[in-house]
């Protein structure tokens, strides 16, 4: 059983008026268990759309979307995944380990269970004496942290993320993404993962969807394994570079779509 | 370093707030001021602490009417915001209402409510504090309960949260810090506008009856004791929400401005 699938589905916007926007084109994609999939593209390929679709956060127009076998609906209601955004989003009035309790709430766990939880959650992520703070008093990479630590709580198999390390410097983001693949390799958790940075997509991913916009749909998978034991000098490995070119010419459509090119223009390298 | 500058954040406006005392004191006495002119600041000293018993007799009575009518109006404010909230379609024919109304000095309104009722009640007072408290609070608070970060309501649902669980761990959260603020603005404005209500008739018993008829029998000194009343009412109204404000965002840690 997969741990995504995607089938045919389309999502078009203000459909039948004069502001139709056709964000996804007969996209089909399968996650498997255990792995590790990134979402490529410039801006308005519908990446995050498309990760909306998965979390049921949105319906699609055409086509079906399954999670671990059940219908997308039917697994956020079992919360069969979490969440994780560019920000943080903590919530001010609750102290860490409350916001990282919060979903184990919404599930009716009783007290001393959830707190018993959100402390190996805060060992998880490498913050145990953080509980009792106020999210605030976090950097932001600690925040981003602490919002991981939220979305795997009640050890969902799946983890899907839109940008998570977006708005972090590149030396917390670095680091964030060596701490995401060790939580993930400890939880054995299934990710998708919206970026639009390449060498983060290919350091982290066992395989990188590319997707271009109008309409927005996929162009290429590239598969990228880069083994079970990366670190830092995988970043100044032979083939870490080889993704990274693989995934830039699929981006710009050298040799997939020639057509496309002008409309990738705008993607970052970092 | 930081004490000095607290000692003189506090020393400069006392020093300043004494000097001009001092320098008003010495206008009256050097130009010979006549007392319906301007009463010097030791006059009205005086005068407020021989009538003091009237003063505060005539303060509880608005001050009451300002209490009643800022509990009343928060109480429908904010029961009135949670419907406006739940339902969109109210929210955008009633907000514009009151944000007009929010605008206007509708504490005009008095002297038709008092029409309504006999004249000697304090009803139509505590009535036009209430609305006036009322529109306040149900903007500021509505605005707390519907303003939602975006990622904080996808979180909600995709933890497949209901309506009533997004409302109670997210909406009524947010909307807390809003109500403080609407109390802030509101405090001053209850007082302000029960002593202005007095202007439009009814009983002759508080602070801003009293100020006129000291006023109408040339008792200028008199007068301005009341006025000083006044102004410890209204201060002690906005000190009393500032530190409520303070006790509820301790408690919630929500002091994120001030020390990040």
């Known amino acids: 059983m997969s741990a995504v699938h995607v089938a045919g589905v389309s999502k078009i916007f203000n459909q039948g008026t004069p502001k139709q926007v056709d964000a996804l084109v007969d996209v089909n994609l399968t996650v498997e268990p255990g792995e590790f999939v990134s979402l490529i593209g410039p801006s308005g390929c519908g990446k995050s759309t498309l990760l909306r679709l998965i979390a049921n956060l949105l319906e699609p127009t055409t086509g079906a979307v399954t999670v671990n076998g059940k219908t997308s609906a039917q697994s956020r209601l079992d919360q069969d995944y979490g969440m994780a955004f560019q920000q943080a989003g903590l919530f001010d009035w609750r102290s860490v380990a409350k916001n990282i309790e919060l979903p184990l709430e919404l599930k009716g766990w009783d007290k001393e269970k959830r707190a018993a939880r959100a402390q190996e959650m805060l060992e998880l992520v490498k913050l145990p004496e953080f509980a009792d703070l106020m999210p605030w008093q976090l950097s932001g990479g600690m925040q981003q942290r602490i919002a991981i630590a939220r979305a795997l709580a009640a050890h969902p198999p799946l983890l899907l993320m839109d940008e998570p390390f977006g708005a972090l410097d590149e030396m917390t983001r670095e680091y964030m993404q060596g701490e995401l693949l060790r939580i993930c390799a400890e939880t054995k958790t299934t990710v998708v993962f919206v970026t639009h940075s390449i060498p983060e997509a290919v350091y982290l991913s066992n395989r990188v969807v590319v997707m271009t916009p109008r309409p927005g749909r996929i162009t290429e998978v590239v598969n990228v394994n880069l083994g079970a034991n990366r670190s830092e000098d995988t970043r100044a490995a032979d083939n870490f570079f080889s993704g990274i070119t693989a995934v830039r010419e699929a981006l710009r459509g050298t040799h997939a779509d020639h057509a496309n090119a002008g409309a990738v223009r705008g993607v970052e390298d970092r | ?260």
């Open chain 2, 1 to 260: 370093m930081t004490f000095v500058n607290r000692l003189r954040n506090l020393v400069v406006p006392f020093i300043f707030g004494v000097g001009f005392l001092l320098f008003w004191e010495g206008a009256v006495r050097f130009f010979h001021l006549k007392p319906y002119f301007l009463a010097p600041p030791s006059k009205i000293l005086s005068q407020f602490f021989d009538n003091a018993s009237r003063i505060w007799e005539a303060a509880s009575v608005s001050g009451m009417n300002a209490l009643v009518g800022l509990i009343a109006g928060t109480v429908f404010g904010v029961a009135m915001s949670f419907i406006l909230s739940r339902f969109r379609i109210l929210s955008s024919l009633i907000t514009p209402l009151a944000i007009a109304l929010n605008a206007i000095p509708i504490f005009v309104l008095v002297a038709v409510l008092n029409n309504m009722y006999s004249i000697t009640s304090e009803i139509p007072r505590r009535i036009m504090v209430s609305l006036v408290v009322y529109f306040i609070v149900l903007v500021n608070v509505a605005k707390g309960l519907t303003q939602v970060k975006t990622t904080h309501l996808e979180i909600m649902h995709s933890y497949a949260a209901s309506d009533i669980e997004i409302l109670r761990k997210v909406r009524v959260p947010n909307a807390v810090p809003y109500l403080f603020t609407a109390l802030k603005i509101s405090a001053p404005a209850a007082v302000i506008t029960s002593f202005v209500s007095e202007y439009f008739g009814g009983s002759q018993n508080g602070l801003g009856s009293r100020i006129t008829s000291n006023i109408a029998n040339s008792k200028n000194a008199a007068a301005w004791a009341y006025v000083l009343g006044a102004c410890l009412l209204g201060l002690a109204f906005y000190l009393v929400s500032v530190v409520l404000e303070n006790v509820a965002s301790r408690g919630a840690g929500a002091t994120n401005n001030t020390n990040k």
